[in-house]
């Protein structure tokens, strides 16, 4: 009895909650066409229904049909408008920082935590992004990561000739992960006794799902994977910040600005940004290389176009096994078309998330209030 008084209590907040921001985004300005889906839950499941990789997800190729390229919605709790128009999306981008803000759901503030990177904005993100370019900007790549990465592909290329089958996506996330590892903190995943790399595994298998914490849920692992990727890292930081040895990899860098007596960076941040880093670059590029290689095998044409490039490389050299020079690295036109296209058809990251910050009229005709944005690109 106690039981139902309470559930049904439950449900009379969450019903008048809904009703009340129902109500709330109604009365002001016009919003564009949508639906809210069900009370409390809105269209989370279907939302967060599989899709594949290289197709605009069927939630929103479904809507852009009833509806068109601008339609509102509703899940985990939030009111969005889903923007599929490169102009709008053009218009939003450019008025960042003044009408629109980097936003993101609360599954993922709670995944990533309310310290986390991804809720800095303007200078800081820039100041971020000037300290990751040490690591992966054009310098760095004409200096070393070229030929690093040369060396790690094929290597992994001949192990993976050796078994038989492989499976792509998982084979190249190891590989990239192997790299940035070693590359960031010195971290050797055959070598160290916790495995962060099975962490990550958790903490990306969850990111997309229901955001429900308990104990079965992909959602309650990921939490988990994101907690003890944290803790092994923030404990190879700790164990750095006490030693003097230079290591030449990122963390060096972290801990001199750690040091730095005008400091920005902290403890924290650092470790935050090493587990996002690790996360942005094995997760994206691995998918982007499987489907690279699923669009190169249902094209042979563009498989023999891409060997004749490389063998015209190759006999340019007066030794074959020459290391690749950055000359060669730039006159692969037809290589670099295909990697462009293959990222431009990947829905790597389906959609990203923007906060209006005041009332934003687009194309004269619909006026959105401070309610969160997604743009689908
Ligand atoms: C994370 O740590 C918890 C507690 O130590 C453990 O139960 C769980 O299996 C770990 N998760 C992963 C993915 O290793
Ligand atoms: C590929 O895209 C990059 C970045 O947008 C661009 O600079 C480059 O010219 C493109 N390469 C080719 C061959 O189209």
Known sequence: ?????????????????????????????????????????????????????????????????????????????????????????????????????????????????????????????KYLRNLILQLVGPENLKGKLMYEINEATRRHLHSWARHGTVDIKEVASEMIFEYFAKKLISYDESKASRKLRENYKAFMDGLISFPLNIPGTAYHACLQGRKNATKVIKDIFEERKKSTTPHQDFLDLLLEEVRKEEKFLNDAIAVDLVFMLLFATHETTSSAMTLLIKFISDHPEVLAELVKEHETILRSRDKEDDEITWQEYKSMTFTHMVINETVRLANIVPGIFRKALKDVEVKGKFKFLMIKWMVFD
């Open 1 to 125: 009895m106690w039981v139902l008084v309470m559930c049904v209590t439950a449900l009379f907040v969450m019903l008048s909650h809904w009703i009340y921001t129902q109500a709330k985004t109604r009365c002001n300005g016009k919003l564009p066409p949508g639906s809210m889906g069900y009370p409390i839950i809105g269209e989370t499941i279907e939302f967060f229904s599989p899709y594949s990789l290289h197709d605009i997800p069927p939630f929103v190729r479904k809507r852009m049909t009833r509806y068109g390229s601008l339609f509102q919605t509703n899940f985990v709790g939030r009111n969005v408008v889903v923007s599929t128009d490169p102009e709008i999306n053009h218009f939003i981008f450019q008025q960042e920082g003044t009408s629109f803000q980097i936003s993101y759901t609360e599954s993922f503030n709670e995944i990533f935590g309310q310290q986390s990177l991804i809720s800095y904005h303007g200078m800081v993100h």
